[in-house]
């Protein structure tokens, strides 16, 4: 079963941010936060991923607590082509047998115009 | 640098067949992983292959199996087709060491009769 909890859906206005949050209240120490997501009838695009320091890149920022036990996605001007299906998983990295992710029903975020 | 391919597309099937689907990884990727995608159950591990063996399995029937070639190229098999096997089962390549960031391919459209 997935380890994180997201809202169902969510909608923003076009070119505001969009923060979309998720709980892991369960996470390992030695778990990372990622984010995917998919955009109608594509296959999963990653997006980011943290330990515990937020993260940021050319697509987003990624706020984790101090505690790890919750974090926030933050899409800083959202546009149109943002709709999608946002996925929090919490997932080991590479280094012992742990590869697959394990995808929850994540929320949909709905950007309008 | 080439993303992840899949093929067929588009595959229709009837009970009791057995169906094969391929994926070529990007070039460099060792890793490969198989998700199944139903609007039921969302999105589930299958399995994953690293350097021709198989790491990982999730939760399916022995009637789901896979095989990596030297080449990193995978295959998946479903033997025995049944009317709940109808998904859309992605592919997803990585380097399989270091942060678990995977690139899915556009899928396979199974669909059972």
């Known amino acids: 079963d997935a380890k994180t909890t997201q809202p169902t859906s969510m909608d923003c206005a076009e070119g505001r941010a969009a923060n979309l949050p998720c709980n892991h209240s369960?996470?390992?120490?030695?778990?990372?936060v990622y984010w995917y997501r998919q955009i109608h009838s594509q296959g999963p695009q990653y997006i980011i991923h943290?330990?515990?320091n937020n993260e940021t890149n050319e697509m987003a920022s990624l706020i984790i607590t101090e505690d790890r036990k919750s974090s926030t996605l933050i899409l800083p001007h959202a546009t149109l082509r943002d709709t999608a299906v946002y996925y929090c998983?919490?997932?080991?990295?590479?280094?012992?047998?742990?590869?697959?992710?394990?995808f929850g029903k994540g929320t949909k975020l709905s950007v309008k115009p | 640098k080439a993303g992840v391919t899949q093929t067929p597309r588009y595959l229709i099937k009837t009970r009791g067949q057995q169906v094969t689907l391929s994926c070529s990884p990007i070039s460099g990727h060792r890793s490969v992983s198989w998700y199944q995608q139903t609007p039921g159950q969302g999105l589930q591990f299958l399995f994953e292959y690293f350097s021709e063996t198989q790491r990982n399995k999730g939760n399916f029937p022995g009637r789901f199996s896979g095989r990596q070639f030297s080449n990193s190229r995978s295959e998946m098999n479903v033997s025995t087709l049944e009317l709940g096997d109808s998904a859309l089962y992605l592919c997803?390549?990585?380097?399989?060491?270091?942060?678990?960031?995977?690139?899915f391919g556009p899928g396979t459209r199974l669909t059972v009769l």
């Open positions: 369960t996470i390992s120490g030695n778990e990372y």
């Open positions: 943290g330990l515990k």
């Open positions: 997803a390549s990585s380097l399989g060491r270091g942060v678990n960031e995977q690139f």
């Open positions: 998983i919490v997932s080991q990295n590479y280094g012992g047998s742990q590869g697959n992710l394990i």
